[in-house]
């Protein structure tokens, strides 16, 4: 590698034996950028988008705002208080295109606002859904024009819902209205597309073996690029290969805890931690690690599948997911499905902190990205797809106002939501599936 004057691309990546690793964007890096890529690196610009999908609707009551801003957050909300102030929770949208209501057609619509071919063979049809267009814009500079991620390591075929195709179930993106994007759960599969050189599943265990740590293997490069970069760049850096090394340490640790205890889940693959929250946080991060070496600019994430009968015993509530939604208005359940919701809601207010935490040119991260987390269905005893919970963090580099709750009284297509977001970060589409317009009073025109 070659550094003069502080000049170094944008696409610079470590190499060692067998690897190759993406840096963060550096101020060194600056000097080389086309106008363009500048443009895009600048304080002013949103850089990324990130969709992040919660199953089976909520309970609104522990989830709505009484007012019009964020002192005082529902329960289902608190863990969110240390971000509040790039938060906007946004009530009153709904999804027309997913009725009849069904699970199958919550997932489908979440991100296509489309109605979904009822069929339950191989001629499923839905639209392309919106990261996916976002990807063709700004995804196509990078390694990964965008990335597909959920917590569930094994997909269901068939039949899965009142006539539906599991594909609809299954899979969050479409780039196409008859190519679903399968999503990926195994976070050592997850590193490796993102850092390592990838190979049939033989060939991943012999690099594995051939090397303790991807970090190793590129340290002479390491050390080089550091000698001459400038302290800034060299604590950016140092911080990011320390992310970098804890991810992969953790991922080790999980294959190694599975290797030692094999049974009773024999169909666990190798390396996806025991606890749902040890996953669920290691997903993240690497999500962090992704946009922070700008190896992709748009992701997505099923936390869990529609009618997933996941239990949650780690915070009280060892029922299955899916029965407890069906909840009849009995309190006890309700309040269950709150739970759920805090839970969900905690790791993806975790998520918003790293972040945060992350610099980047005068900002960092989060003011860099734009995120929407939410569900494709309403009261989930009722399967309807009016009043979705729907949040929008981030996005201070494109001056959205945070600390507030955006109320629409009269039901509001999320396609609205979509193409505004899709707008923000440079896609220039006049309309989206059923929008009826952009909801520009989420970003401030005048606010810098």
């Given at each position: 590698?070659?550094?003069?004057?502080?000049?170094?691309?944008?696409?610079?990546?470590?190499?060692?034996?067998?690897?190759?690793?993406?840096?963060?964007?550096?101020?060194?890096?600056?000097?080389?950028?086309?106008?363009?890529?500048?443009?895009?690196?600048?304080?002013?610009?949103?850089?990324?988008?990130?969709?992040?999908?919660?199953?089976?609707?909520?309970?609104?009551?522990?989830?709505?705002?009484?007012?019009?801003?964020?002192?005082?957050?529902?329960?289902?909300?608190?863990?969110?208080?240390?971000?509040?102030?790039?938060?906007?929770?946004?009530?009153?949208?709904?999804?027309?295109?997913?009725?009849?209501?069904?699970?199958?057609?919550?997932?489908?619509?979440?991100?296509?606002?489309?109605?979904?071919?009822?069929?339950?063979?191989?001629?499923?049809?839905?639209?392309?859904?919106?990261?996916?267009?976002?990807?063709?814009?700004?995804?196509?500079?990078?390694?990964?024009?965008?990335?597909?991620?959920?917590?569930?390591?094994?997909?269901?075929?068939?039949?899965?819902?009142?006539?539906?195709?599991?594909?609809?179930?299954?899979?969050?993106?479409?780039s196409s209205p008859t190519t679903?994007?399968?999503?990926?759960?195994?976070?050592?599969?997850?590193?490796?597309?993102?850092?390592?050189?990838?190979?049939?599943?033989?060939?991943?265990?012999?690099?594995?073996?051939s090397r303790a740590s991807l970090?190793?293997?590129?340290?002479?490069?390491?050390?080089?690029?550091?000698?001459?970069?400038?302290?800034?760049?060299?604590?950016?850096?140092?911080?990011?290969?320390?992310?970098?090394?804890?991810?992969?340490?953790?991922?080790?640790?999980?294959?190694?805890?599975?290797?030692?205890?094999?049974?009773?889940?024999?169909?666990?693959?190798?390396?996806?931690?025991?606890?749902?929250?040890?996953?669920?946080?290691?997903?993240?991060?690497?999500?962090?690690?992704?946009?922070?070496?700008?190896?992709?600019r748009v992701t997505t994430f099923?936390?869990?599948?529609?009618?997933?009968?996941?239990?949650?015993?780690?915070?009280?509530?060892?029922?299955?997911?899916?029965?407890?939604?069906?909840?009849?208005?009995?309190?006890?359940?309700?309040?269950?499905?709150?739970?759920?919701?805090?839970?969900?809601?905690?790791?993806?207010?975790?998520?918003?902190?790293?972040?945060?935490?992350?610099?980047?040119?005068?900002?960092?991260?989060?003011?860099?990205?734009?995120?929407?987390?939410?569900?494709?269905?309403?009261?989930?005893?009722?399967?309807?797809?009016?009043?979705?919970?729907?949040?929008?963090?981030?996005?201070?580099?494109?001056?959205?106002?945070?600390?507030?709750?955006?109320?629409?009284?009269?039901?509001?297509?999320?396609?609205?939501?979509?193409?505004?977001?899709?707008?923000?970060?440079?896609?220039?589409?006049?309309?989206?599936?059923?929008?009826?317009?952009?909801?520009?009073?989420?970003?401030?025109?005048?606010?810098?």
């Amino acid at each position: 590698m070659i550094v003069r004057k502080r000049s170094l691309s944008r696409r610079t990546l470590l190499r060692g034996a067998g690897a190759a690793v993406a840096l963060p964007l550096l101020d060194a890096m600056l000097p080389a950028m086309t106008a363009d890529a500048a443009t895009a690196a600048s304080d002013s610009a949103l850089r990324r988008l990130a969709y992040v999908y919660i199953p089976m609707g909520f309970h609104a009551a522990q989830w709505t705002p009484k007012g019009e801003n964020l002192d005082d957050l529902p329960s289902s909300l608190q863990p969110l208080a240390p971000v509040k102030d790039h938060l906007t929770v946004v009530t009153g949208m709904d999804l027309q295109n997913a009725y009849p209501g069904s699970h199958a057609t919550s997932n489908a619509a979440f991100l296509s606002a489309a109605r979904a071919k009822l069929t339950e063979s191989t001629d499923y049809y839905l639209g392309t859904t919106v990261d996916q267009i976002a990807a063709r814009k700004i995804g196509r500079s990078t390694a990964l024009p965008s990335l597909e991620l959920a917590m569930d390591t094994m997909s269901t075929v068939g039949q899965c819902d009142n006539g539906y195709a599991c594909v609809y179930q299954n899979n969050l993106s479409w780039s196409s209205p008859t190519t679903p994007l399968p999503s990926e759960a195994h976070p050592r599969l997850v590193f490796e597309m993102l850092f390592g050189e990838g190979g049939s599943p033989q060939q991943r265990r012999a690099q594995r073996r051939s090397r303790a740590s991807l970090l190793d293997s590129v340290s002479d490069e390491m050390r080089r690029l550091q000698r001459q970069l400038g302290g800034s760049d060299r604590q950016r850096v140092e911080g990011y290969l320390d992310s970098l090394r804890e991810v992969e340490r953790r991922i080790q640790h999980a294959e190694a805890s599975a290797a030692d205890h094999p049974l009773p889940d024999l169909d666990r693959p190798v390396g996806v931690p025991e606890s749902y929250a040890a996953h669920a946080r290691l997903m993240f991060d690497l999500q962090a690690l992704a946009f922070q070496a700008d190896i992709t600019r748009v992701t997505t994430f099923q936390l869990a599948r529609e009618t997933s009968n996941r239990t949650y015993p780690e915070i009280g509530v060892p029922d299955p997911h899916h029965p407890v939604t069906h909840h009849g208005n009995r309190p006890e359940k309700l309040a269950k499905v709150a739970k759920i919701n805090q839970f969900h809601v905690s790791l993806f207010a975790e998520f918003l902190q790293k972040l945060q935490s992350i610099p980047e040119g005068n900002g960092t991260l989060l003011d860099h990205s734009l995120l929407m987390y939410g569900s494709g269905m309403g009261n989930p005893d009722a399967h309807d797809h009016t009043n979705l919970p729907v949040l929008v963090a981030g996005g201070a580099a494109g001056r959205m106002q945070g600390g507030r709750h955006l109320r629409f009284d009269t039901p509001t297509p999320l396609a609205n939501l979509h193409l505004t977001l899709l707008n923000k970060v440079g896609v220039p589409l006049e309309t989206f599936a059923d929008s009826t317009g952009r909801i520009d009073k989420l970003f401030d025109p005048v606010r810098v």
